[in-house]
């Protein structure tokens, strides 16, 4: 059974930073590229961080390019994301998602932890 756990999430101050981890198991995550995503209400849902399954180079969104760090553990099956600076503009709810595609595409995500970030 697949599944991804996001922990992490919670209110802090304008400035503050927060660490959200993403904890796999059901399927071989070596082989996975990793992400988060963010969702705010009444948005649409988008990508902030991309790591790829070996690790190496990551992709970020403009709007968290400088203040957010995606990293990813292969050996504890766990993908994080540092984020520092943080602004009232990245409160959402955060989701990890592992994506493959080979002949198939394997898509699984979490269930999300909210980040509120107060002024």
């Known amino acids: 059974q697949v599944q991804l756990v996001e922990s992490g999430g919670g209110l802090v101050q304008l400035g503050g930073s927060l660490r959200l981890s993403c904890a796999a198991s059901?399927?071989?995550?070596?082989?996975?590229?990793m992400r988060w995503y963010r969702q705010a209400p009444g948005k649409e849902r988008e990508l902030v961080a991309n790591i790829p399954s070996a690790g190496g180079s990551t992709d970020y969104a403009d709007s968290v390019k400088g203040r957010f760090t995606i990293s990813r553990d292969n050996a504890k099956n766990t993908v994080y994301l540092q984020m520092n600076s943080l602004k009232p503009e990245d409160t959402a709810v955060y989701y990890c998602?592992?994506?493959?595609?080979?002949?198939?595409?394997?898509?699984?995500w979490g269930q999300g932890t909210q980040v509120t970030v107060s002024s």
């Open positions: 059901g399927f071989t995550f070596s082989t996975y590229a």
């Open positions: 998602n592992a994506f493959r595609r080979t002949w198939s595409t394997y898509d699984y």
